[in-house]
């Protein structure tokens, strides 16, 4: 009998759309946070708070694409115990995980909100932007435990194939997300610092419903607080397979924030250009994502069932899927570019200068099914070493090489912008060729050992 959320029997291409689909609005809604404080600072604020919005957002995403590389971890283990029936092992998992998230996300906290201002001086932030970019940093940073919970909990459901719940959730966050944004910048007139409150608001209601879901459910999975503690075990094979995945992101993040010094270097209209064209970059780039997420749980459950030829033709589906998906969105992107950057702003130096980077971006993010959704499914398999090497000797070491030297010869929007293709293409190529060599008739699900059935803390 097939279990809710299974993976390992059935349609192929009908389980990986149903997974998708409400993944790919999940995704969709979460971009709408980030969107719509711009679209809001943009209108109602001015271009320089659009810009110090904009400055911010490379320096979060490294925070919280390193949080994400571990609840991938946990996620893609999760997944192997779902699809082995390791009922043990996907308890302390899921314990393990939650606590995990609680003390990076007060860690995460505390250092980003002491270092912003720092942080900001080294990206050589415009003086005219800084103190909006600190004050929206900073407050964002008091509500990173709530998003690191979040990502976790649903990363946790996604593993066991619920994507509804999450995407539930998320809905009700944006709307809540919409109104306080209206509400605080509207009527109370707390400009920057209210479009960030109220992000956080809306980031604490989703991180309640998914523990509350966890702490509801009648599964393997159920959220039982007495038991939330690290399993020395559990922690190492998450970090096994997550802090890899953790550390690219961050150093990846790294290089977007030198790129980002770059892009500051051209002014505060091509700042804010790049925000607006970068909040249209991260729609598009999401059934890649998306279809990433989906390849990791369905290898991963698969691989944790033995069905090794079942996993490879996921994986061939969820490229299809993801690269079908890209090709459309990218080709409206190019289409309708500029009016819809009117939604960030209607400044046309602003406009000029963010769709200048959109024609750069746009026609290559094909190459990212080669960079996201391969990375995803040998994930899934918990080979995560060769993805990670490739893209940061890519995306830093030759993307800050390749920077260095163009812009000494022409220090524009176009070089700048085309350093992102161009490595990206070195990377998927380099990624494919493993793919293609890896031999998952070799893989081990993961197991439980008994010196991981006792917790590591003492008296326990």
């Not at 709408?32 to 943009?42: E, F, K």
């Not at 994507?163 to 944004?181: E, H, M, Q, T």
């Amino acid at each position: 009998m097939r279990r809710d959320g299974d993976m390992t029997q059935g349609n192929i291409w009908r389980l990986l759309t149903l997974f998708a689909v409400p993944l790919l609005l999940g995704n969709l809604l979460q971009q709408l946070y980030n969107a719509i404080d711009a679209i809001i600072v943009g209108s109602y604020v001015g271009k320089e708070a659009l810009a110090a919005v904009g400055s911010t957002g490379p320096l979060i995403n490294m925070i919280i694409a390193f949080f994400m590389g571990m609840s991938t971890g946990a996620s893609v283990l999760i997944s192997q115990f779902f699809g082995a029936k390791d009922a043990r092992g996907l308890h302390d998992t899921v314990h393990s995980a939650i606590f995990l998230s609680l003390v990076l996300g007060l860690a995460l906290s505390a250092v980003g909100v002491i270092c912003s201002p720092f942080l900001l001086e080294w990206m050589k932030t415009p003086q005219e932007i800084l103190p909006d970019a600190n004050e929206y940093l900073r407050v964002y940073f008091w509500g990173m435990s709530s998003l690191t919970v979040y990502n976790m909990g649903a990363a946790i459901l996604t593993a066991v194939g619920d994507s509804r719940r999450p995407l539930y959730f998320l809905i009700l966050s944006a709307v809540l997300n919409v109104v306080g944004d209206l509400a605080f910048v509207l009527l109370f007139h707390m400009g920057i610092a209210g479009v960030a409150w109220a992000t956080v608001l809306a980031q604490v209601v989703s991180a309640a419903l998914v523990i509350i879901v966890l702490l509801r459910a009648e599964t393997d999975y159920k959220l039982i607080p007495r038991d939330l503690r690290l399993h020395r075990g559990i922690v190492q094979k998450i970090a096994g397979i997550g802090l890899p995945g953790a550390v690219q992101q961050a150093i990846i993040s790294i290089s977007n924030i030198v790129v980002q010094a770059y892009i500051n270097g051209l002014g505060t209209v091509t700042v804010a250009g790049y925000s607006a064209a970068s909040k249209l970059d991260a729609f598009i780039t999401l059934p890649v994502q998306t279809m990433a997420l989906v390849a990791s749980t369905f290898v991963g459950q698969n691989l944790g069932a033995r069905q090794v030829g079942r996993a490879r033709r996921g994986v061939n589906i969820s490229l299809i899927l993801g690269l079908s998906a890209t090709l459309v969105i990218a080709a409206l992107a190019l289409l309708f570019g500029r009016p819809l950057l009117r939604f960030f702003s209607t400044d046309e130096a602003v406009l000029s200068d963010g769709f200048r980077f959109m024609l750069v971006f746009v026609p290559f993010y094909f190459i990212l099914c080669g960079t996201q959704i391969l990375p995803g499914a040998l994930r899934g398999a918990g080979d995560v070493r060769f993805a990670t090497l490739a893209c940061i000797i890519s995306f830093v070491g030759l993307r800050q090489l390749f920077l260095f030297l163009v812009t000494k010869l022409n220090y524009s929007i176009e070089t700048v912008g085309l350093s992102y293709p161009a490595t990206w293409l070195i990377a998927a190529i380099a990624i494919l060729i493993h793919y293609r060599r890896s031999d998952w008739s070799r893989f081990e699900p993961a197991q439980e050992t008994p010196a991981e059935e006792a917790p590591t803390d003492a008296g326990g």
